[in-house]
């Protein structure tokens, strides 16, 4: 018999789906892989950006120290220029040596070091600047020396050529004062006028008596004025020269005779000198006598008369035999 009921006939239930993990596991572990990938993608690449800025810092620093040496040698270098230029600057150099030894001692030593910190570069930078200071001082100096040499050239030049001028002016006042002088000493050359000689016979008593016998003349008196409107007043020497009868110059040195130059003739015997103390510009009178210490001849006695070296005046006078027997 059959059976109808409203109620659902009971079956059996069914069991749930075990859970796969696998899958799961190889994702997490390929999260992890490409996690970890990732990171050492990245920390690679911070590596490298830290490589590559550590680079650039030393290349900086590198690039830096080597431009400090650079201007280090150029300052050496005009250093070295300015103390070969001039010997004095040289001196300059030599006393202020102590000085810039330390700076470049200082300095060597900084850049000696394999990397420098801040501190040192900067203390570089400062000794540098301060050898360029007192290198562009030296500098200068050069400037200013070089500019005094010029000046003292020009002024030696000048001084030179002043003093040319000058030696030359003296030498042509010289020839021409010399000139001067030697026309003045010409012209202030006595003229001789008047001359008269007069044989004379000295009596024992003292009395003259003029005669022309030869045989009773024991003496010439002879004279002549003399004048110049500029001779300077003054005693003056004239010289007397007699020519006897026979052609021969009367020199007696125990009498006073002797040499004098003149100024066309060269050396000549006088047979007197005699002084004249002459006033300028007046006439003045001269008269002296000639006692020799032998008889006079007859014949023609010829008289001339010097004075500065020239002929002023000449005269003749006769001597005759006289007498019956004579």
């Known amino acids: ?11 059996p239930q069914s069991q749930p789906p075990k859970k796969d993990y696998k899958n799961l596991v190889i994702g997490l572990l390929a999260a992890g892989f490409l996690g970890t990938w990732g990171y050492l993608l990245w920390n690679n690449n911070k590596q ?5 800025q550590q680079q650039a810092q030393i290349s900086k620093v590198t690039d ?3 431009q400090l040496q650079k201007n280090f040698d150029d300052a050496l270098v005009r250093l070295d220029s300015l103390t070969g230029t001039n010997n004095k600057l040289t001196a300059t150099v030599n006393e202020k040596d102590g000085q810039v030894a330390k ?3 200082q300095i060597r030593g900084l850049l000696a070091k394999q990397h420098l910190t801040q501190a040192e570069q900067k203390k570089a930078e400062e000794l540098i600047k301060e050898l360029n200071d007192k290198v562009s001082n030296l500098e200068q100096q050069v400037a200013q020396l070089q500019s005094d040499n010029q000046q003292l050239t020009a002024d030696k030049q000048q001084l030179t050529s002043d003093k040319e001028k000058l030696t030359t002016d003296l030498q042509t ?3 021409e004062n010399q000139d001067l002088s030697k026309k003045v000493d010409i012209a202030s050359t006595l003229n001789a006028s008047n001359i008269s000689i007069t044989p004379m016979h000295e009596r024992k008593d003292g009395k003259d008596k003029e005669t022309t016998t030869a045989r009773k003349v024991n003496k010439l008196v002879i004279g002549f004025d003399v004048a110049n409107r500029i001779a300077q007043t003054g005693q003056v020497d004239v010289y007397v020269c007699i020519t006897g009868p026979d052609g021969k110059p009367i020199n007696v040195p ?10 066309d003739e060269g ?3 006088y047979t007197a000198k005699v002084p004249v103390d002459f006033e300028a510009g007046k006439t003045k009178a001269v008269q002296f006598a000639w006692k020799q210490n032998s008889e006079f001849q007859k014949g023609n006695y010829k008289i001339e008369i010097y004075h500065n070296g020239f002929k002023i005046g ?3 006078r006769e001597l005759k035999k006289g007498g019956i027997f004579g």
């Open 267 to 269: 050396d000549k015997m």
């Open 173 to 175: 006042s010289t020839s």
């Open 254 to 263: 125990a009498l006073g005779s002797g040499t004098f130059s003149t100024r």
């Open 48 to 52: 490298e950006q830290v490589q590559t």
């Open 314 to 316: 000449e005269g003749t």
């Open 64 to 66: 830096e120290k080597g």
């Open 103 to 105: 700076l470049k001692g």
């Open 1 to 11: 018999m059959s059976t109808t009921t409203n109620y659902p006939s009971a079956t």
